[in-house]
């Protein structure tokens, strides 16, 4: 038999240092730069003429609620001040309808409406809201067959059924409308193979998937879901890199680890996915030194991808992360909160 040659102390000292270097590296890259990411999202704000504003101008209430829900799992919500945030959000609020624009001056939108929301409870201030005012606008747009608009003009998808029962319940105010129509819509938009689209006969999508799951989770009508069928579709969702996508032959994108795994949780059967090499691919799409989660590895960053990146995190119990609600998309502590002063 050949024997391989022994290495001379010198090389296979470098050879050990490599590993360790290698080893180092790897300790280094597997933590979540919880600084950093605090911070990008504190400044961002501020960087008025940035690109990144600027094309969230029209969304900018959605925005907030996702820099601030991080901020909050990060256990850094008091980086920023309070009631400037709450002056800002009822300064987008309309009181002729009741409803929420996604900056100030912009139409209402059930979208922004469920934003301001969530931001509220996150700063437990929903006692500046007419809750009423508000809950009568979300409940104004159910239509006859139990679906909801998204406007007056009239968009119907089952993001906007979610969006009206999780806002309506955050303010103890589901009896305003039909919950077994908005139940039974939903139900209707659910596929052969166990997933939901916007509506009817729509295909079947991990954002849409996390609406509905979210929709019977709140109204406790779960029992509709063929769990392992759906849960089957939601674990294939994983590719080799450990990213999830949000539909079959999609690349992986950051997003769909809360869109994904938080209906995995909700039906439980979040076991079924690799978690550490989802953990690996999230973290490997963070910005290091300015902060901020990308879609993909080595892209740019932005707000969006950092909350959803770091909810994903959440949802799988990482270390000094807040837990997450997985059908409110608020820290469990926020919601219990809420539903304690019930």
Not at 49 to 74: C, K, P
Not at 213 to 239: F, K, M, N, P
Not at 309 to 325: F, N, Q, T
Request: with cysteine; hydrophobic share 40%; proline share 4%.
């Amino acid at each position: 038999m050949r024997l391989l040659p022994k290495l001379p102390p010198s090389l296979g000292g470098r050879t050990r240092l490599r590993k360790a270097e290698q080893k180092a590296a790897m300790a280094d890259e597997a933590e979540l730069a919880a600084d950093q990411h605090v911070r990008y999202i504190v400044t961002v704000e501020k960087k008025k003429d940035s690109f990144e504003s600027l094309v969230m101008e029209h969304i900018r209430l959605n925005g907030a609620y996702w820099g601030l829900t991080t901020l909050d799992l990060l256990h850094k919500l008091h980086a920023v001040d309070a009631a400037e945030v709450v002056d800002w959000i009822m300064s987008c609020y309309h009181p002729e309808s009741g409803g929420f624009g996604g900056n100030v001056g912009h139409d209402p939108h059930v979208l922004y409406t469920l934003s301001a929301v969530q931001v509220l409870c996150l700063f437990d201030r929903l006692d500046v809201l007419d809750v009423d005012k508000v809950a009568d606008y979300v409940a104004g747009l159910q239509n006859k067959d139990g679906s909801f608009s998204g406007d007056t003009w009239g968009e119907v998808d089952t993001r906007f059924s979610y969006i009206a029962l999780c806002t309506l319940s955050l303010l103890h105010r589901l009896h305003k409308i039909d919950v077994q129509k908005a139940v039974d819509f939903v139900v209707s938009c659910k596929n052969l193979d166990g997933g939901f689209g916007a509506m009817p006969g729509g295909e079947s999508h991990a954002g849409q998937i996390f609406c509905c799951v979210g929709a019977l989770a709140i109204t406790g009508s779960l029992h509709h879901i063929d769990r392992d069928l759906l849960g089957w579709w939601l674990c294939e969702r994983q590719c080799k890199d450990g990213g999830l996508n949000g539909r079959p032959e999609k690349l992986a994108d950051v997003c769909y680890s809360w869109w994904v795994l938080s209906s995995l949780v909700m039906i439980d059967r979040v076991h079924w996915i690799d978690k550490e090499k989802l953990t690996k691919f999230i973290l490997n799409c963070q910005d290091k030194e300015s902060g901020g989660i990308s879609d993909r590895p080595d892209n740019a960053v932005d707000i969006y991808h950092t909350y959803f990146g770091i909810a994903g995190l959440s949802l799988m119990e990482y270390p000094g992360v807040k837990p997450l609600d997985p059908a409110y998309a608020l820290p469990l502590d926020v919601v219990n909160r809420v539903f304690m002063k019930k």
